[in-house]
């Protein structure tokens, strides 16, 4: 990655008291991409760094070739020299402006006179579906239109680089599909680079053309959404897609795990450190110990917690390994499962993904 | 179990107090949500005691007013000259307070200039500080031998103390910390996200100071600037060290007061029934934000 790539790179380090972030990030124009982790990971840190509202410790941050941010020569753009649009995850609507004068603020300040600026935001409110609500406080608006409105704020300046911190954390979860779409719909639209901030896996799928997690201020997996769900790289990104993820050592078809325990999977090529991921719907479980076959995995555990989603249970299991596995409310009922129950798990060496233990090519050095 | 708790609440031998409770009490309290409208006397008596020593002068005010004349004595009396007087260096006062005022506050509370805590105790000081002290040391910085007012005085020939001027600045000395203590409050309290909102759509700082800081901050300026002019309106002890006590110059209401008691007792009742009038206006512009219960807006 060089600074004249174009669209956005970067070699982020903020230190906060304790806390430092470390990530590297590149998106071309008309790319999304999330920016998924837990609560502390350091994702608001990374766009608000990367909007000149926090400046680098460390590192550099360029945008089509322009250097915003360097750490080591001082050079450093304002935010309000940024041509960098900002959706917050509260959204801040100036609540002293009508939806049509927080829309026409941006090409207001940026040079243009009252009834231009107003002309802009009309186009963007038209574009939004907002047309209707331009006269309204911020206060008098539901939700979903704040979230537009703010969207439609954010991209009436003209930025070249769309930044969405948690866009539709503050919507309740039926207006939040139909935002989500719509928001979708936008960031197509959308030609330059744009980064969204998300908790919110699903949301990261759809929204995504790429992935990028953060944990505790490090870069551990970057990826498009598939690759990302198919083989996690981290607990983390395994409990967000749902997945169960061991950490052992390959040695032929034999994988030894961290956690104790081995499964036997033939025909992959991985050799030392390596992830294996099982999804929860394919691990059987049974009563009695099951007909011993080579291209099944067969281990006892017991189960420690049962939980109901829709249409499935979910079992908790503490064995060599421990597992998370899903299965029909019937064959709870059937095979009398309860909490402290020994039972048999098996899975098909089809069902175990084994991948490389690799850190992404593209973390900052450190 | 259940009986050793309750015999802990209830001692023995005494039933739960009981009393009835109105249809009407019912229901209020079913709406309000909140407890009965009674006070336990230990409370109430010290709060009649203290509201009676409040309106009780006020009531002598209005009882002991010559009403029947009252135009002969008003008229005759300087009170004209003295109100406009009141008005208009009052409201100068209030004027340059936000001028300057405004722009200071937003200094204490959103830079990190070296000595700002010394500069916040300085600024507030008048406050806390006599009124006459604060006439002193004006007459010592700008009378006519003071360190300022001596060269002003022997290079452009300007005389300040003892003239209209000279009460505007007492008025501005005395008044103006208070709208810098509530525009700075107001300021620290104010969401900085708005702020860092306003930046990332390209506004520069004094952009957004003036497009969206102050209007945020604008209901609390409005309040300190009427709570500014009440207190410059009622100055006393600073103007009338420094501005002194000539009629249809330096004289202002207070001023004014003070002397018809004297002389002419009728006339300073009624010229406080004016003072009175004009509080009791200001109270009704703030009656949003002090006489709501304390939840300001």
Redesign the interface.
């Known amino acids: 990655m060089t600074r004249s790539t174009v669209g956005l790179a970067a070699e982020v380090q903020v230190t906060r008291g304790e806390f430092t972030l470390r990530a590297a990030v590149v998106a071309a124009p008309g790319e999304v991409l999330a920016v998924l982790g837990p609560n502390g990971s350091g994702k608001s840190t990374l766009l608000s760094a990367i909007a000149g509202l926090t400046p680098l410790s460390g590192g550099w941050i360029a945008l089509d070739g322009v250097t915003l941010d360097d750490a080591d020569s001082g050079a450093f753009v304002e935010a309000a020299h940024r041509p960098v649009g900002f959706v917050f995850q509260d959204y801040r609507l100036f609540p002293h402006l009508s939806v049509l004068d927080n829309v026409a603020f941006s090409p207001r300040v940026r040079g243009l006179g009252r009834r231009p600026a107003r002309a802009v935001a009309d186009d963007w409110l038209a574009r939004l579906g907002l047309a209707d609500l331009s006269h309204r406080r911020p206060a008098d608006l539901s939700g979903g239109q704040a979230q537009r409105v703010a969207l439609g704020r954010a991209l009436a300046g003209g930025p070249t680089l769309l930044l969405l911190d948690e866009p539709l954390s503050a919507l309740d979860a039926r207006t939040r599909l139909d935002v989500q779409g719509e928001l979708k719909r936008h960031l197509a639209d959308f030609a330059g680079p744009c980064l969204l901030v998300t908790h919110d896996p699903l949301e990261a799928l759809v929204l995504a053309d790429r992935l990028l997690v953060l944990e505790h201020g490090r870069v551990v997996q970057e990826g498009t959404p598939a690759e990302v769900a198919r083989r996690p790289a981290t607990e983390y990104v395994a409990r967000l897609v749902g997945l169960n993820l061991y950490a052992g050592t390959a040695d032929g078809a034999h994988v030894a795990l961290e956690g104790g325990g081995s499964f036997v999977v033939p025909d992959h090529d991985e050799r030392g450190a390596v992830l294996v991921a099982l999804r929860p719907s394919a691990v059987v479980v049974s009563t009695s110990p099951p007909d011993v076959s080579s291209v099944r995995n067969t281990w006892p555990a017991t189960i420690t917690g049962l939980t109901l989603l829709t249409d499935r249970v979910r079992l908790d299991l503490s064995g060599e390994p421990s597992a998370l596995v899903d299965v029909t409310p019937a064959a709870v009922a059937e095979l009398g499962l309860d909490a402290g129950q020994r039972v048999w798990l098996s899975a098909k060496a089809t069902e175990l993904e084994v991948y490389g233990h690799t850190r992404p090519a593209r973390s900052a050095k450190g | 179990m259940t009986g050793a708790r309750t015999s802990v609440r209830e001692p023995a031998g005494r039933p739960p107090a009981s009393a009835t409770l109105s249809r009407r009490e019912r229901e209020r309290r079913s709406v309000t949500g909140v407890g009965a409208r009674s006070a336990p006397l230990p409370l109430l008596v010290p709060a009649l005691v203290a509201v009676a020593f409040l309106v009780i002068p006020l009531a002598g005010l209005l009882i002991r007013a010559p009403w029947a004349n009252a135009w002969e004595v008003l008229h005759g009396s300087q009170v004209a000259e003295a109100l406009t007087l009141s008005l208009w260096t009052s409201t100068l006062a209030t004027a340059i307070s936000v001028v300057v005022g405004v722009p200071l506050a937003w200094v204490l509370a959103r830079t990190d200039l070296p000595g700002l805590r010394l500069v916040r105790a300085l600024v507030t000081l008048p406050l806390v500080l006599p009124p006459v002290v604060g006439g002193v040391a004006l007459l010592l910085a700008f009378g006519r031998n003071g360190f300022l007012g001596q060269f002003l005085d022997q290079w452009f020939g300007i005389t300040i103390p003892f003239s209209p001027a000279a009460v505007v600045m007492a008025e501005t000395f005395v008044a103006m910390p208070f709208l810098v203590v509530t525009v700075e409050g107001a300021l620290r309290s104010a969401?900085r996200?708005?702020e860092?909102?306003?930046?990332?759509?390209?506004?520069?700082?004094l952009?957004v100071f003036r497009?969206?800081t102050l209007?945020?901050v604008?209901p609390s300026l409005a309040a300190g600037a009427v709570l500014c002019w009440a207190r410059a309106l009622g100055e006393f002890g600073a103007t009338i060290t420094f501005a002194g006590s000539f009629p249809g110059r330096t004289q202002t209401m207070p001023i004014a007061v003070y002397y018809a008691l004297e002389t002419d007792p009728d006339a300073a009742i009624l010229l406080s029934l004016v003072l009175l009038l004009v509080s009791v206006v200001v109270l009704v512009a703030l009656r949003d934000r002090w006489l709501r219960g304390g939840a300001a807006p």
């Open positions: 969401d996200g708005f860092e909102a306003a930046a990332t759509l390209g506004a520069r700082r952009t497009r969206v209007p945020l604008m």
